[in-house]
């Protein structure tokens, strides 16, 4: 600035010769000062900083430098830039996934690129590309899989279709047609009054997670066509991170809540998520996995693949809660999907979705019966 002084006051016989002169510099410097134009960064970058940088390239590099966020909120942010790097590494590969957009949605833009790894559900295993989860379901290991299956889903047919002939002409049917008339009734006689069976009303709310940790809820799904997961990760605020659905061929609901846990935690590792707060309204599978009941071999598996990726976090534990605290997990387990397996960012979350998450956040009570 005292450069520009000098050369001004040593030029002010040739510039008084110019009588727009000062004009020209009120507007100049007016143009300098308002941030709206930029003219003085624009100024400084391209004539000023050369001539005082003597290494812009080190400067350059160190502008760039990437450093990892300060609180959790921001893994949200920090998700696309620690793929990258671990897909420079060979250990993690960034697939692009379209799904529906939803125009309604109050959450932050992010990044259209959805699926973070390809997963196999059945087979419990996770690929690095399309290509390599391709070559799995064509492969005799998935194929033998899905026989297996088969058998069972065909197993169970036939022993339902024996108990039902059993059943039929039997004294068992009209009993168990009773049962069915005093179940749906729902009241019992005790000293000449008629008092309901039903368990006393609760009050139940979705509870943050502590500074630090991250929730992820899931839930299973069995309908007639086929068998779905869903699985929610959200901060501590309530601010989801991302979400994940995913279909499975199994009729089997006590595995289905399983595999659901399993594809959360994949997930949540997959986005160096290091404290980590799961949640299943599966209370069988919950007990299961802290190891407070007993499990059938056709289970042991899957739990396997849940106690080792479990030790890849800092700190985890696995709780139960109620159904209703649930809504938007049991939401996705039941949403229908073009592929088999996706992962969704906030900015393509349903209105329906939004709301459920919004209402978690605000601490809403919901009526338990």
Not at 12 to 24: D, M, P, R, T
Not at 39 to 53: D, E, G, L, N, T
Not at 274 to 294: G, L, T, Y
Request: net charge positive; aromatic share 10%; charged share 25%.
């Amino acid at each position: 600035m005292g450069l520009i002084n000098f050369l001004l006051i040593s030029a002010k016989i040739l510039l008084s010769w110019f009588s727009f002169w000062l004009y020209a510099k009120g507007l100049a410097s007016l143009l300098l000062v308002m941030p709206q134009f930029s003219v003085a960064s624009y100024v400084y970058m391209h004539f000023v900083k050369p001539c005082v940088s003597p290494n812009p390239r080190a400067e350059k590099v160190t502008e760039n430098n990437d450093c990892m966020p300060m609180k959790i909120s921001d893994y949200i942010d920090a998700a696309p830039i620690r793929v990258e790097q671990k897909e420079k590494d060979n250990l993690q590969s960034l697939v692009i996934y379209e799904v529906e957009s939803s125009p309604t949605s109050d959450w932050p833009i992010y990044p259209k690129k959805v699926q973070m790894d390809w997963s196999c559900a059945l087979c419990l295993v996770s690929t690095s590309s399309e290509k390599c989860l391709k070559q799995h379901i064509q492969g005799r290991k998935h194929k033998l899989k899905e026989e297996e299956e088969e058998r069972k889903h065909e197993m169970m047919a036939s022993k339902k279709a024996k108990f039902a002939s059993k059943l039929e002409g039997n004294y068992l049917t009209d009993l168990l047609k009773s049962l069915i008339r005093l179940k749906s009734e729902k009241f019992v006689e005790l000293r000449g009054f008629n008092l309901p069976m039903g368990r006393p009303v609760k009050y139940c709310t979705w509870k943050k997670p502590e500074f630090g940790w991250i929730k992820l809820n899931t839930d299973g799904s069995i309908d007639r066509k086929n068998s779905g997961l869903g699985c929610l990760l959200r901060d501590d605020e309530g601010v989801p991170l991302c979400a994940c659905i995913s279909k499975v061929p199994c009729e089997d609901i006590f595995l289905v809540e399983l595999l659901a846990i399993w594809r959360g935690l994949t997930l949540a590792a997959s986005i160096g998520i290091k404290m980590i707060w799961v949640e299943s309204d599966s209370m069988s599978a919950v007990k299961a996995i802290n190891k407070e009941q007993p499990f059938s071999q056709k289970a042991s598996s899957c739990l396997i693949h849940i106690w080792k990726i479990l030790k890849k976090f800092q700190k985890y534990q696995v709780t139960h809660s109620w159904r209703e605290t649930n809504r938007a997990a049991d939401y996705l387990s039941k949403k229908d999907i073009s592929g088999s397996d996706i992962v969704i960012w906030p900015r393509d979350f349903s209105t329906s979705l939004c709301k459920f998450i919004a209402e978690d956040a605000q601490g809403s009570w919901y009526l338990r019966r």
